[in-house]
């Protein structure tokens, strides 16, 4: 079955660091660009970052910038989101999605939840 | 970065009836190295991650039903339901992926009349 599955979300203080990752099965992970959407509840989308395929190009949403990092394995058809000096304003729905024409194929999400 | 701006906020709309949101882009997205306009349509319903509807500004995706449709070139663009079924209840957003940030229109809660 074509999907991803993002793990690795939860409580966490702000300032503190949280990586999520995401599991992809069922494509040939390592042709497609990936990307990470965020969605705090009942608001809309927002874009965080992209990776191309091979791992040598990454973009970041401003907001995210200098504070996250997104890699991949494609060995192991994972994508990673490494998130430091986490603020309240980062708690959302974290999505995993494969980019080709259009985002085509999405993750069920992981919550992100930053509080004290 | 690329403004998307969707209206209107929200549609409602007799069963049977077409629905139609528009979403404008600050600048063009019709990106050099391809032939068309890198614009996408996702459907989004309560609980569940978004739904690629229409990408490259009027490709249906795969088993989407044809009556979701997608016009326009440049900086104008429009989402067209026929005949709104039950089932399309949900928010819609238009993104355009032709230049990082890959921004999303702010959504467009469609419901039934």
């Known amino acids: 079955e074509v999907q991803l599955v993002e793990s690795g979300g939860g409580l966490v203080q702000p300032g503190g660091s949280l990586r999520v990752s995401c599991a992809a099965s069922?494509?040939?992970?390592?042709?497609?660009?990936m990307h990470w959407v965020r969605q705090v509840p009942g608001k809309g989308l927002v874009w965080v970052s992209h990776?191309?395929?091979?791992?040598?190009?990454?973009t970041y949403a401003d907001s995210v910038k200098g504070r996250f990092t997104i890699s991949r394995d494609n060995a192991k058809n994972t994508l990673h989101l490494q998130m430091n000096s986490l603020r309240a304003e980062d708690t959302a729905v974290y999505y995993c999605?494969?980019?080709?024409?259009?985002?085509?194929?999405w993750g069920q999400g992981t919550l992100v939840t930053v509080s004290s | 970065d690329i403004v998307m701006t969707q209206s209107p906020d929200s549609l409602a709309v007799s069963l049977g009836e077409r629905a139609t949101i528009s979403c404008k882009s600050s600048?063009?997205?019709?990106?050099?190295?391809?032939?068309?306009?890198?614009l996408s349509w996702y459907q989004q319903k309560p609980g569940q991650p978004p739904k690629l509807l229409i990408y490259w500004a009027s490709t249906r995706e795969s088993g989407v039903p044809d009556r979701f449709s997608g016009s326009g070139s440049g900086t104008d663009f429009t989402l067209t339901i026929s005949s709104l079924q039950a089932e399309d209840v949900a928010v819609y957003y238009c993104q355009q992926y032709a230049h990082s940030p890959y921004t999303f229109g702010q959504g467009t809660k469609l419901e039934i009349k």
């Open positions: 600048q063009t997205i019709l990106h050099s190295a391809a032939n068309g306009d890198h």
């Open positions: 990776i191309d395929n091979d791992g040598s190009s990454s």
């Open positions: 069922g494509f040939t992970f390592s042709n497609y660009w």
């Open positions: 999605v494969r980019g080709a024409g259009g985002f085509d194929l």
